[in-house]
């Protein structure tokens, strides 16, 4: 009955239709040019918006209206890589991806798709046993196959956040508030480490308790986690810090700042600095190797971490803005973010590059939101 009615127009809405926009148009042509910074954008589509609202309460065919100022103002979308998988039903390399959105935790095996829970900023363990996240002021051990059972957890007066666990699985770094804590891995003890950015995930070196952060200063430190002191103190970056990575075989750290990458080996010495000429937005080494992959604005670039050089071009380019990357287990696959056009992007490196693009990701692991918000990428572990 509903589509029947749809389907019935109303006397006099064409002509109706025909009017307003001669209006509107007559309006547009006659309008006094001045400039307009790009900043007054949002009030602009604001201001259009509410037109549009009040055009359809008023007339029958103000409906029109509305549909084509959205169309103008507030549908910009983003073509993305095509053609693009409608749906993530399996990883194209072995192993087990970690996402993040408003709805959860939510782990991709296979073929399948599984909310863990409402936890936020998860974390692999060592091999996928578990997963570490936080709720609110807990800080929780999940087994990502047994639904999201918890292990353990542990509440706090402070908020709680990036926790981020030692290579064997026996210490979780975390922050409480703006302090650095350690907690053993089935977390019986506890204690802290000093004040912290926590804004910055702490990253630990791999095959040792050492762990890297960012002090309140803004100077990137490694602590022994177990001795609790600060073993070095890295020399003064040309930019604030955003983001640290190591290498698996623990001998490099990627200090990423806004718009430049700083390499320094694990005794403190500095590879070298180079700029980045653009937002340095996410960093990650690919296993077994010095390669260094960069989100920088709309491309991926990988970096030799021992020479600073940059490739002939770049790994892969988008329209607008990325996001998150991370390699698969095996080193052959990169996988990036790109939120604006609602796709994960599967690229394989080597000498047989490919492209492999799912879209419709935000509906997929936001389904009840009522905007679907993008995930974010966690992890892909064994």
């Known amino acids: 009955m509903r589509r029947r009615l749809e389907r019935i127009e109303i006397p006099g809405e064409h002509d109706a239709r025909v009017r307003t926009w001669d209006v509107v148009r007559e309006a547009f042509e006659a309008r006094e040019r001045v400039p307009w910074p790009h900043r007054h954008w949002r009030s ?14 008023i007339t029958p065919p103000g409906q029109s209206v509305v549909n084509s100022l959205r169309d103008t103002v507030g549908r910009e979308k ?22 993040s959105s408003p709805s959860g935790t939510w782990v991709v095996k296979g073929t399948s798709r599984r909310r863990l829970g409402p ?51 026996f210490r979780i770094a975390y922050f409480a508030d703006d302090t650095l804590r350690i907690s053993t ?32 200063n803004g100077t990137v430190r490694i602590a022994d986690a177990d001795r609790k002191r600060v073993l070095r103190r890295l020399g003064a970056a040309p930019d604030v810090a955003r983001g640290l ?11 990423i700042g806004g718009s430049n990458v700083r390499i320094v080996r694990s005794d403190g010495r500095s590879v070298g600095s180079v700029p980045t000429k653009g937002p340095t937005l996410a960093a990650a080494f690919q296993p077994r190797s010095h390669t260094l992959a960069l989100v920088v604005g709309p491309t ?83």
């Open 300 to 382: 991926v670039l990988l970096i030799d971490g021992d020479t600073l050089k940059f490739p002939d071009r770049a790994t892969f380019t988008g329209t607008t803005r990325l996001g998150a990357l991370t390699w698969s287990p095996d080193g052959k696959w990169l996988l990036v973010s790109w939120p604006r056009a609602d796709q994960l992007v599967f690229v394989r490196v080597g000498p047989e590059p490919r492209l492999i693009a799912v879209a419709n990701v935000a509906r997929q692991f936001d389904p009840a939101g009522r905007i679907p918000r993008f995930p974010s990428i966690a992890g892909w572990s064994r």
């Open 119 to 169: 936890y936020r900023m998860p974390w692999w363990s060592p091999r996928g046993l578990y997963v570490a996240a936080v709720r609110n002021f807990e800080l929780y051990a999940l087994d990502p196959e047994a639904k999201g059972h918890v292990r353990w957890s542990k509440g706090f007066k402070r908020r709680v956040a990036w926790p981020r666990w030692s290579y064997e699985g």
């Open 44 to 57: 602009l589509a604001v201001a259009a918006a509410a037109v549009a609202l009040v055009a359809a309460a």
């Open 245 to 255: 990575a190591w290498s698996d075989d623990g001998k490099l750290l990627a200090v």
């Open 185 to 216: 891995g089935d977390g019986e003890q506890d204690w802290g480490l000093g004040s912290a950015d926590p804004r910055v995930p702490p990253a630990w070196r791999p095959r040792t308790h050492e762990v890297a952060y960012v002090g309140r």
């Open 78 to 99: 983003v073509v993305g890589v095509r053609p693009a998988h409608r749906e993530l039903v399996q990883l194209p390399a072995p192993g087990r991806l970690l996402l």
